[in-house]
Every structure is written in structure tokens, then in C-alpha cells.
């Protein structure tokens, strides 16, 4: 994968913390109680992302099928991840709809934006828990933050000792350090090794919570109905 690239990838994330007061409004694509799919603008998205970018459902559903978190908490208590091996981030009942949804943002997104997702539910020891991030595409890439996986807001994780109101904030983690992100089969991610200290990069907030997959070994190793994934999205030179 190529410099600049990732240190892009790296700029859409801190910009997507961090805001601007003059960002214009997200675009819903999509909003109720658990799950809200927006498009929010991205000031820092250089020559621009490749957007629109046709991905169908049925292959958005084999990317969330394959995030995995597993957990690193040792403090906080493992909950949903209490098992030795990485546990799916999404669950079943939410990715079909979660998967046409991100299919259809990424078809309407422009190369300024970035689509982002957040998901609640009710856990039945925990309460609340959150499932929050965002993608985008760059050529071949498919670049997926998991900033949060089943996350309370409201026990006492590392810095956390209230409940945080992030569903603003998709790519804002609860807790930093709770758990690291994967992907199976591991051959469609781009190691984050490859990738640290090339020019430019400085990382997500939490590096291991940065999902670079290759669209093209991705599409290689399953059977997706007999279509393959494109080398180079569809992409629109036009900004929002």
C-alpha cells in the first residue's frame, strides 16, 4: 500500500475526532434509536476518496461477517469479548439491514465524505452497549475504523467514570484500550505493521482499531455469488 494512502487515512480519522465548526451538517442516510448511518463531511480528504463506490450489499455483508474484536481489557472486565478467541463485532439481526444501509451510503457518498455507522443495543448484565465507526474507499481499499464493539458507556473503563454521549462522535472511542480489531480471513487485511512509520502516518487515536482490507484478495477468497469485488470503485471527480 502506498504513503500516501495511509497517511490519508490517518488525516480523515483525526479530522472525523476532532470536527470543525463550519463542517457542513451530516447527511442521514439513515437514523433511528439503534442504528444511525450518516455521511459526514471530510475537510482533509485530499484528492478526494473514491466515492461513489459500488460495493452491494451482499459483499458489504462479507466485510462485517469478518470483523472480529478481541479483547485486551483486563481492568474493566471482558464482557462481551469474555472468550479466549476474537468474538464477531457485529451482530447477526443487525448486519443485513447495516450492510444495505453502508452500501447505499458509500453509493452516495462523495470524495469528500466519509460514512459512518453507530449501533446500540441492550445487553442483559450490561445495559447499553455500542458499536460505532466508519469506512471509506481508496482505490482498492476499503478503510473500516472500529472505534467501539459492544461498548458500555457507562462502567468505569480505564478513563471513563460516567456515562459518555458519543452518538455525535462515531469514530470517538469509549474506551481506548478495551479490545483490538481483526479481520478474518486474515489474508484480506493489510497488516498495520506494513504501514507504521511511512511518511506522513500517524495513526489512529488507537492504531489496532484500523481495519485496511483489500478489496481484491478479499474478493478472492469467497465465493460471493459468483461476482468479484472491482479493483477501483466507481468514483466521482465532482465534490459535495
Known amino acids: 500500500m502506498s504513503g500516501p494512502v495511509l497517511a490519508l487515512a490517518a488525516i480523515v480519522i483525526a479530522s472525523a475526532l476532532t470536527g470543525c465548526a463550519s463542517d457542513p451538517q451530516p447527511i442521514v442516510i439513515h437514523q433511528e434509536p439503534s442504528q444511525a448511518i450518516w455521511l459526514k463531511f471530510d475537510p482533509r480528504s485530499g484528492e478526494g476518496h473514491s466515492h461513489p463506490a459500488t460495493i452491494t450489499p451482499e459483499q458489504m455483508t462479507v466485510v462485517l461477517r469478518g470483523v472480529?474484536?478481541?479483547?485486551?481489557?483486563?481492568?474493566g472486565g471482558f464482557?462481551?469479548?469474555?472468550?479466549?478467541?476474537?468474538?464477531?463485532?457485529?451482530?447477526?439481526?443487525?448486519?443485513p439491514d447495516l450492510a444495505t444501509r453502508l452500501s447505499l451510503a458509500l453509493g452516495?457518498?462523495?470524495?469528500?465524505?466519509?460514512?459512518?455507522?453507530y449501533l446500540t443495543r441492550n445487553d442483559v448484565t450490561r445495559g447499553q452497549v455500542i458499536t460505532s465507526g466508519g469506512l471509506f474507499v481508496r482505490g482498492r481499499y476499503l478503510m473500516l475504523i472500529l472505534a467501539n464493539a459492544h461498548t458500555s458507556p457507562y462502567g468505569v473503563q480505564y478513563e471513563n467514570t460516567s456515562s459518555i454521549d458519543t452518538s455525535d462522535q462515531p469514530l470517538l472511542p469509549i474506551s481506548r484500550f478495551k479490545f483490538t480489531a481483526e479481520f478474518s480471513p486474515p489474508d484480506a487485511r493489510i497488516p498495520n505493521a506494513q504501514v507504521q512509520g511511512k511518511e506522513k502516518y500517524e495513526g489512529y487515536v488507537d492504531d489496532s482499531k484500523l481495519l485496511v482490507l483489500d478489496l481484491n484478495r478479499l474478493s478472492a477468497g469467497v465465493d460471493m455469488q459468483d461476482r468479484s469485488l472491482p479493483s477501483r470503485p466507481t468514483g466521482a471527480s465532482s465534490s459535495r
Not at 472480529?68 to 481492568?75: L, S, Y
Not at 452516495?108 to 455507522?117: E, G, L, M, R
Open 68 to 75: 472480529r474484536a478481541r479483547a485486551r481489557d483486563i481492568v
Open 79 to 95: 464482557g462481551h469479548f469474555a472468550g479466549q478467541e476474537a468474538a464477531p463485532a457485529f451482530l447477526p439481526m443487525d448486519i
Open 108 to 117: 452516495k457518498a462523495s470524495p469528500k465524505d466519509i460514512v459512518t455507522f
